[in-house]
């Protein structure tokens, strides 16, 4: 667990995890291992990554894969909500869908009825953005469901081209009044973009995965007084366990900013709770 400076622990709730069948986890090693200096070394079996994540204090935890091709996300989708049963209380799914399958929303509803408590989109990986049209009956699905979406906006850290994320997510949220978006990897490279426009949006989040941690290939300089302006809208994500550092990193690299325990809370756990009934 998260611990304050009074020496109290507190829950911890990380929004951004991965789990994938065996063969599609394989083959994610393999492209790190053959295409970036990343070592990825932590296990990766469903038991074993929520094991490590229970150990260091985490209460719940979503997790996702995500359909690179049509044809994938109905099986990937049964296979995640199993999954989460299979891992029991604290163990959160979130659904892929392909906007090239013949009917995604219908794939969203199903998952969501399967126990899936929202969506991951990856957009470089999947090759569509969230502001794609074929996805507007998806994250209809999403918002009356009470979930959210969790979306890698662009092709950070490969590329900082995020065809004017910012402004996408923005006309995605004005489309769709209900629906609440995290922005992964805290919104690298427009970070403050979105920090503006979280200010006059309560829908729209950052999450912390890969950006604060000293060891993280894709850590940021981020400052204090910009971390407490949006503190209230930022969520604690790790990427575990397809990270190249320890999973306790991110939290290292939030207390070395010398934030308020209050702030930390909020990060750590009470703002995740607003996401999803899932994590209530």
């Known amino acids: 667990m998260a611990v304050d400076a009074d020496g109290g622990k507190r829950p911890v709730i990380d929004v951004h995890t991965h789990l994938h069948p065996p063969r599609l986890f394989a083959a994610i090693r393999r492209w790190f291992a053959e295409r970036s200096p990343w070592m990825l070394e932590h296990p990766t079996e469903p038991a074993e990554v929520a094991r490590a994540l229970r150990e260091h204090g985490v209460e719940k935890f979503a997790f996702c894969s995500y359909a690179h091709k049509p044809g994938m996300a109905r099986d990937l989708n049964a296979w995640l909500a199993q999954t989460g049963r299979d891992l029991g209380p604290g163990a959160v799914p979130l659904a892929t869908v392909h906007a090239g399958d013949p009917d995604p929303a219908g794939d969203m509803r199903d998952a969501l009825r399967d126990g899936c408590a929202g969506l991951k989109v990856h957009e470089n990986v999947q090759g569509f953005g969230l502001d794609d049209p074929r996805l507007a009956g998806v994250l209809d699905a999403v918002a009356n469901a009470e979930g959210f979406i969790l979306v890698h906006v662009g092709a950070i850290p490969w590329s900082n081209d995020t065809n004017d994320g910012p402004a996408r997510i923005a ?103 607003r996401l999803t009934p899932a994590f209530r």
């Not at 992964?184 to 950006?211: E, I």
């Not at 930022?234 to 207390?255: F, K, Q, S």
Request: no cysteine; charged share 25%.
């Open 171 to 273: 006309r995605v949220l004005e489309a769709h009044p209900t629906l609440r978006i995290v922005v992964a990897h805290f919104g690298l490279p427009d970070q403050l973009r979105y920090l503006d426009l979280m200010q006059s949006d309560a829908r729209l989040f950052l999450d912390t995965t890969m950006a604060f941690a000293p060891d993280s290939p894709m850590r940021i300089d981020v400052a204090r007084a910009d971390v407490e302006r949006g503190a209230n809208q930022i969520v604690y994500g790790t990427d575990w366990p397809n990270i190249p550092h320890a999973y306790d990193g991110e939290l290292r690299g939030l207390r070395a900013l010398g934030l308020t325990d209050a702030t930390l809370r909020a990060i750590t756990s009470e703002n995740a709770r």
